[in-house]
Structure formats: C-alpha cells, structure tokens
T-cell receptor, first 115, second 112 residues
C-alpha cells in the first residue's frame, strides 16, 4: 500500500527566503507526482505535475524535482512571499488493477511566510 | 469559464437525515472524484467515476452514495449511516485517470 509523507508538517519563514518542502513515498512504481496548493477553506490548485520520466519541472518561482529510486520529491520555492502562505500537498497516483489513477495524498505542509 | 462548481459551500445535517452535495463540471472530463478532508489529515477518496453510468468505491465509501447519470454531474449523498460526517468535502475531475485532477472549492458539512 502506497504511503505518502510530507516533512515538515509546518514551516514559518520570513519573506524573501528560499525554502524546500519534502515529499516521500513508499512505492516507487509511480508514473507521475503532483504538487498542489490549498488556501484555507478552499479547494486544491494544481501547481506542478512531474512525469516519471522527468527529473524536474518548473513554473515561475516553483521548482519540483522527482527521484523515483529514492522515493522522494522536493518542492523548491524561491524568494518566498506572504502570498505563498498556504498548505502544500503532494500526491501520487496508484497503479495496478482497479486502483489505477486514484491519488494518494500526503498530509500537507502548512507554510507561513511573514513580512 | 471552465471549472468545477460545488454547492452549497456550507451544509448542516440533522440526526438521521440524508444530505446531498452537488458537483458539476463543464470541462468535458470523463473522470470525477469525491474526497473527504479532516483537520490535519490528507484527502481520502470516497468514490470515483471513470465514465458516465459507472462508479467505484474508494477507501472510505461506507455511509456515502453517488450517482453518475450525466457526464457533468457527480452528486454525493451523505446518509444517516455515516456517523461522523463533519468534514470538508472536495470534488475533482480529470480528463482521464492519467491526467491531472482539478478541484472545486469544497463543501463544509457540519452536524446540527
């Protein structure tokens, strides 16, 4: 059974810092990994999706990396801003049989960027 | 604009009552999903549907029911059998099981 863990559970940084969020998964037989952002009381917004054949994916100040062999992904946020404050979740799709495509989520990292 | 609409935003349930949460999408996606989110926990899959007139149980389907009579709509009913229904419910859709999932803004369900 796939398990996804995110570390740290919460992170508070001053504005302008570069930061790294971590995601680890137990079953390396994944075909992609997705990072989401969730604002309080809102749904999830997809940030980046990395295919298993890719090592990195970039969008603006965000960079996500994927190392399937070690079961890890990192989300790097450059020059953090107060507007980046949110919960960040990673998710991997399950494979095999009728589970194909269903996502397993981590518990999220709550990020606070203070001015 | 294309997207996923969940309603209502807030819902209250009385003891013994069934309530239905609405999820509509105009993205022409085949697959739709319902998740439950509890404080401090990740999302857990309740039900999913890969195509119209077909749906499958997720990890925590007990006390819930769904229907998929139209491609655009995937309503979730929280029945009286669900003893701990207080949670944030999120609906998602994707073009198919291989594509990214897009989420609605959620419905917060509470017990009166």
């Amino acid at each position: 059974k796939q398990e996804v863990t995110q570390i740290p559970a919460a992170l508070s940084v001053p504005e302008g810092e570069n930061l790294v969020l971590n995601c680890s998964f137990t079953d390396s037989a994944i075909y992609n990994l997705q990072w989401f952002r969730q604002d309080p009381g809102k749904g999830l917004t997809s940030l980046l999706l990395i295919q298993s054949s890719q090592r990195e994916q970039t969008s603006g100040r965000l960079n996500a990396s994927l190392d399937k062999s070690s079961g890890r992904s990192t989300l790097y946020i450059a020059a953090s801003q107060p507007g980046d404050s949110a919960t960040y979740l990673c998710a991997v799709p399950r494979t095999g049989g009728t589970s194909y495509g269903k996502l397993t989520f981590g518990q999220g990292t709550i990020l606070t960027v203070h001015p | 604009d294309g997207g996923i609409t969940q309603s209502p935003k807030y819902l209250f349930r009385k003891e013994g009552q069934n309530v239905t949460l609405s999820c509509e999408q105009n993205l022409n996606h085949d697959a739709m999903y319902w998740y439950r989110q509890d404080p401090g926990q990740g999302l857990r899959l309740i039900y999913y549907s890969q195509i119209v007139n077909d749906f499958q149980k997720g990890d925590i389907a007990e006390g819930y029911s769904v229907s998929r009579e139209k491609k655009e709509s995937f309503p979730l009913t929280v029945t009286s059998a669900q003893k701990n229904p207080t949670a944030f419910y999120l609906c998602a859709s994707s073009l198919n099981s291989n594509q990214p999932q897009h989420f609605g803004d959620g419905t917060r369900l509470s017990i009166l």
